[in-house]
């Protein structure tokens, strides 16, 4: 079945920092999502990306879905404590999502 | 806050009692879903309903019984579970099933097996 790794499994940074988590799609994706579950929290949606090649950007993070559509990158640019957390993403085929094992990012202030 | 709603926040059982969970949207969608999360693993996926039909089923095991009385409801019935039964069940609804659609996620149930 489809399989969707992620990594780094932990990152510790000093705040300021630059972070990036990478996903990669055993298989040809319809979309990625990517989620972000603070400690104690839920996964909240945080964006979806369709396209082959698609860069979008939210503040300080950066997603990209690659031209195969089968890996994506989440940067985040001078990390906050704030951005303290666990970033999935899902890969969407058929129905489904499949998610990865998640980034567990923490922030040294 | 979350338009998706999940009873208990905790629930710690035996292995032979008998106990439910219940999810809640608000949101007006069409598609619901128990995930399981377990330490250092993937979300695992373990039911997905359209329309109060069942259109997954992701080979889990018979102590899980799910249903899904209206669009708005999902609940979880257990029944002697074993201790690696113990996980933050999440539910989530979107509003198709359609994995082009986010997924809203409830606040989850933190379920410790005695």
């Known amino acids: 079945g489809q399989q969707v790794m992620q990594i780094p499994q932990y990152q510790h940074v000093q705040e300021g920092e630059d972070f990036t988590t990478y996903c990669n799609s055993s298989?040809?994706?319809?979309?990625i999502q990517w989620y972000k579950q603070r400690p104690g929290g839920h996964p909240v949606f945080l964006i979806q990306?369709?396209?082959?090649?698609e860069v979008k950007k939210q503040k300080r993070l950066t997603f990209q879905f690659g031209e195969a559509k089968k890996n994506s990158s989440l940067h985040i640019t001078a990390t906050q404590t704030t951005d303290v957390g666990t970033y999935f993403c899902g890969g969407g085929s058929n129905y489904k999502l499949t998610f990865g094992k998640g980034t567990l990012l923490t922030v040294n202030p | 806050e979350t338009g998706v709603t999940q009873t208990p926040r905790h629930l710690v059982m035996g292995m032979t009692n008998k106990k439910s969970l219940k999810c809640e949207q608000h949101?007006?969608?069409?598609?619901m879903y128990w995930y399981k999360q377990s330490a250092k693993k993937p979300l695992e996926l373990m039911f997905v309903y359209s329309l109060e039909e069942r259109v997954e089923n992701n080979s889990v095991p018979s102590r899980f019984s799910p249903e899904c009385p209206n669009s708005s409801h999902l609940f979880l019935h257990l029944h002697t579970l074993q201790p690696e039964d113990s996980a933050l069940y999440l539910c989530?609804?979107?509003?198709?099933?359609?994995?082009?659609?986010?997924?809203?996620f409830g606040d989850g149930t933190r379920l410790s097996i005695l």
């Open positions: 298989t040809t994706l319809s979309n």
């Open positions: 990306l369709v396209k082959s090649g």
């Open positions: 989530a609804s979107s509003r198709l099933v359609d994995s082009n659609q986010p997924q809203h």
């Open positions: 949101l007006g969608h069409n598609a």
